[in-house]
């Protein structure tokens, strides 16, 4: 059941990802291509968000697809969850070329199996190491695969979103939507408006310079999100990050929703109508325990990282375990009757019907949610598995969770240390319902970063 971690040379936990003509270059996208074809021989759906490299990268990837013999649809620009969900229904693998959250000069290619998941640790291996010896499927004149474009086949991934609520649920509902100029600029309007709500909109032209806000969506760059709420009266603001599988809100104050409180919420309009176990990786607040208690939930952890997240699911299913939801305290939340991935443009259509079945405003539903404080670093580190090895002697009498980095939890807090997949450095997140007992666990951890 346990899911661990593998290491990678060239994938993290997102694909790969790398500004583009140092790390991520069109030589790579062709590889990583052929790759994909000599794998899932069939046909393979392409898509990509707006960065400006996109089109060169696609280009070459799909030029690797069809040397590798496989047939290729080109998807156009949408959101990763939407090929996800069209790939899942439709095609023998998928990829799309974004890197997500990271700036205008960085792009990436992810990898999606054919039930619509991204592709696991073991399986990302075996294409870095058709990458690296250079041995893919090489068809002959006559197996060479044909490319045809589908650019409307993203209206499916929309009206299963619409069509997983009642008619009309965002009837009366005034919304305001920053899609950040990435890839959800027509989807996420399209699927308010398709559920009866009014929207506003800012940022949803498709512009790979991202000239509004940088595609993290991050409090500062949703300030002016956060003032169409004010001045429109909207009911909420979202925004996602530059391919939606994250979505973020503001509520109708204006005020930014910590993303832990923003699983917590939809966690607790889940779970009033459906048990079972919600999975989450270990530094996810412990408000989502809460929250699970409260409906006779259970919490699942992970290690870091949604694909992780995404196959406990899948495993806990076919075990016969009844899993309710899943998500990351980023944003990130994967609704498992809809399809087992992070769906920003799903996230979204859920909080209408949230807001729909309550009549309370959003943001008296965000304050009566349980308080906590969490405190987060990064720390350089040379040594991660030594210290890692110290705290678990010097905590070795509390309750510890290993599975990934260490997570040491107590009756009021817990903290978590958990090194860095690509750099130097160590993670440290302590979280408790006080910021004064939350500082005192941090002072206690420290002095284990010295030798
Ligand atoms: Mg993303």
Redesign the pocket.
Known sequence: MEQKKLEKKLFGT?GVRGVVGKEMTTNLALSIGMALGTMRPGTIAVGRDTRTSGPSLISALKAGLLAAGCDVVDLGILP?PALQFIVRTHFDAGAVV?A??NPPEYNGVKVIEPDGTEMGDEQSIALEGHIFSGDSYVAPWDHVGKERAAPSMVDEYVTAVVNSFPPGTGEGFLVAADPGCGAAAWTTPEILSRMGCRVFSLNSQMDGTFPGRLPEPSPEGLAPLADLVRVTGARFGVAH??????AVFIDDRGRFLEENMLFGLIADYICSGRKGVIVTPVSTSRLIEVIAKRHGCSVCYTPVGSIYVARTMIELAHGGTEVAFGGEGNG?LIFPEHQLC?DGGMTTATMVALLAQSSRPFSSLVDDLPPFTMIKEKIHVKDAPALIARLKQAFAGESLDCTDGIRINREDSWALVRPSGTEPLVRIMVESASESRAQRFYDEIIPHFRT
């Open positions: 997102n990763t974004t997500s959250h990050d530059g391919d939606a599988d994250r990130g992070r």
